[in-house]
């Protein structure tokens, strides 16, 4: 015999209404999103928009400026990471995982200490336009909660797994979405020679794709640090890159010298 009692229910969350900051910036012209996927409003819950500031750092209009960008961690080789960006006074921005935020909350919080960037790259680094909107804002709000309760801070940045977004999931996205202008391989070739020399083949106003979470990678980026130092290259965060950011904006390059308006 059952008792209706015991019955399990499903408890639906209601759904919040969007807090779109209204923005009307155009795209990046530079984006290249997926059209005609369904619309993210049905369910989607979003927090208040969080504002980015004018970062602190290189004026990269002026100077060379590249930004170095690290997926999928934290890990076990990102506090030795950290080690060799700050003996390099070397900015840059890591993409956490939201579920290996807890395992390594200190070396989260040691990230935003020593002045990088951080920002969400979903709770299980699932392909957000192949979830319903309702599942991708899930796998997203989730990691930033995991992200604030490590740090204290919401991240300022976000960038879907596989470069894969709706657009009207892009749109709805409280911080600047971030691609990358650079994809170094490196979680293909595992190797740190061809990881540097792929770092190193850029321009200024790059954004550079890597993964602290292969040895291999971090290996790479003494070198990185030292020769791109040494051609000038100013290593700063995303949002000290482009300058100002704007929430729901797709971007995959930065500012380069002598674009000052
Ligand atoms: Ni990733």
């Known amino acids: 015999m059952i008792s209706r009692s015991t019955a399990l229910r499903f408890i639906l969350a209601p759904a919040l209404a969007l807090t779109l900051a209204g923005c009307g910036a155009p795209l990046s012209a530079h984006w290249q999103g997926l059209p005609g996927k369904a619309p993210s409003e049905q369910g989607a819950a979003t927090e208040s928009p969080e504002v980015t500031g004018t970062p602190e750092g290189p004026d990269c209009a002026e100077v060379k400026c590249v930004a170095l960008t690290f997926d999928d961690g934290p890990g076990p080789y990102t506090e030795s990471l950290l080690d060799v960006m700050e003996k390099h006074n070397a900015k840059a921005s890591f993409f956490l995982i939201g579920k290996d935020v807890a395992k390594y909350p200190e070396v989260v919080r040691e990230e935003l200490a020593n002045g990088h960037e951080i920002g969400n790259h979903t709770w299980s680094h699932q392909d957000l336009a192949k979830l319903s909107p309702a599942a991708a804002q899930r796998e997203l709000r989730k990691a930033d909660e995991a992200i604030k309760q490590a740090t204290g801070a919401a991240p300022t940045l976000m960038r879907p797994p596989y470069g894969t977004i709706t657009e009207s999931l892009k749109k709805a996205q409280p911080v600047p979405v971030v691609l990358w202008s650079d994809d170094t391989l490196d979680w293909k070739t595992r190797n740190t020679k061809k990881t540097v020399k792929a770092a190193e083949d850029i321009k200024p106003g790059s954004i550079v794709l890597m993964h602290d979470?292969?040895?291999?990678?971090?290996?790479?980026?003494?070198?990185?640090?030292?020769?791109?130092?040494?051609?000038?290259?100013?290593?700063?965060?995303?949002?000290?890159?482009?300058?100002?950011?704007?929430?729901?904006?797709?971007y995959e390059t930065g500012q380069k010298p002598g674009t000052k308006k």
């Open 213 to 250: 979470i292969h040895k291999s990678t971090v290996d790479a980026v003494p070198k990185i640090l030292e020769d791109l130092g040494a051609q000038g290259y100013h290593f700063v965060t995303v949002s000290q890159l482009i300058g100002q950011p704007k929430p729901g904006v797709g």
